[in-house]
């Protein structure tokens, strides 16, 4: 029974990733390659390059609504000939019925992971270095001028308070790449502004984990604010840490990370402060693991609407598979943008649309496992 199910599951779930993989570039990018094509010059050798590069990013949100036509499709057609009733009246309930379903789509999940962690962000990033490679729009990875970075601590105030104060303020003019250029460092360690440095240029010594600053000056500072000593140099190694050098580094877009690369990547972006910008990644990086499990989720309400007696085609149950697509995105789309705002956690907007539908299913499934007995 089990090989059966998994049979009519199988076929109707390598058609819908045909379809939805050949929608889904067809909307999302043939038409903007054309363009560029048309009106940028692009090469119709890149072009194609970059329409295989962008296939992955389509085939990980085909993996959802595949699983979701399969299990509507098969399990309706078993419910249209009778053949539910035939196995239920052996004694098999609604939930043995569906565990082909089930396993099937733990193995779609796993694959969707793979894919949306591993396959498709590579394919992304290098789909836009060829892009703008051929256009001629490549830029350094790097951010070339004003370079801030503050470095808060937490102290104990006299009355036993704890606060977050500014302890370190990092500034360099200009980054080339290799080297920091018109540096001012302000260090407050001490509860005020107890030393001013102020350097020509800065580099990051790999070997010893410290930074190298060449000609420059040391201002020490008494409490009163009043200079106390000035040291002048050519060489002086400081141990501060390597953060401003992480700062400068132009992170890839969302779709172009992986999972590990997103979670650097939020360290940088705490490190600047934006919590708006720090809430986007944080509900992103949430989402690249509930992603997969909507193929799950889809498989049990799949089966939920068509295993129910019922008269429903192949349109019908295509229709059907449309609907709750449009549903389940454009309610992602609604609480991702909730846990941006900071309405909703970053973890509940990730995963509220897969938590509504799997308990949609699970009602779906008692009733329909009381209505057969």
């Known amino acids: 029974m089990d090989l059966y199910i998994l049979r009519e ?9 045909g379809i939805f993989t050949s929608l889904g570039l067809s909307i999302g990018s043939v038409f903007e390659i ?6 940028s010059g692009l090469p119709l050798g890149i072009a194609g390059q970059i329409l ?3 296939m992955p990013e389509f085939i990980v949100f085909a993996f959802p609504m595949s699983i979701l036509l399969a299990s509507l499709m098969a399990y309706t057609r078993l419910s249209n000939d009778s053949e539910i009733i035939a196995l ?12 082909p379903a089930i396993f099937f789509s733990i193995l779609i999940v796993a ?13 992304n990033y290098q789909a836009t270095v060829t892009l703008e490679k051929a256009l001629d729009r490549a830029g350094p990875s790097f951010k070339e001028r ?17 606060e977050i104060v500014l302890t370190r303020l990092f500034y360099a003019e200009e980054f080339d790449g290799e080297k920091m250029k018109n540096l001012t460092i302000l260090d407050r360690a001490q509860g005020g502004v107890s030393q001013i440095i102020i350097a020509d240029s800065a ?18 500072l008494g409490t009163d604010g009043s200079y106390q000593n000035i040291v002048y140099f050519q060489h002086q190694k400081l141990a501060l840490p390597s953060a401003p050098l992480d700062l400068t580094k132009k992170g890839r877009d969302y779709n172009e990370m992986n999972l590990v ?9 705490k490190l600047r402060g934006k919590e708006k910008r720090i809430r986007k990644l944080k509900v992103r990086i949430q989402q690249k693991v509930s992603l997969p499990f909507a193929c799950l989720v889809f498989a049990l309400i799949g089966a939920a609407i068509g295993i129910k007696p019922q008269n429903a085609g192949r349109g019908m149950s295509f229709g059907i598979c449309i609907g709750l697509i449009f549903f389940y995105y454009l309610f992602s789309f609604i609480s991702g943008s909730m846990g941006v705002k900071g309405v909703l956690s970053p973890f509940l907007a990730a995963w509220l649309p897969n938590f509504i539908v799997l308990g949609a299913a699970g009602l779906m499934l008692t009733n329909t496992n009381k209505s057969y007995r």
């Open 146 to 162: 004003n370079i801030l970075y503050p470095e808060y601590n937490k102290v104990t105030r006299a009355d036993g308070n704890k």
């Open 203 to 220: 580099t990051w010594n790999i070997l010893e984990n410290i930074w190298d600053f060449y000609d420059g000056t040391i201002y020490l």
């Open 52 to 54: 295989i590069l962008k």
């Open 111 to 123: 694959l969707t992971f793979f894919f949306n962690n591993f396959v498709a962000p590579a394919a």
């Open 9 to 17: 599951l199988i076929l109707p779930f390598l058609f819908g990733m």
């Open 88 to 99: 239920q009246t052996i004694g098999i309930n609604t939930y043995r019925l569906i565990l």
């Open 34 to 39: 054309v363009r560029k094509v048309t009106e």
């Open 261 to 269: 690369q997103a979670q650097e990547y939020l360290k940088i972006v």
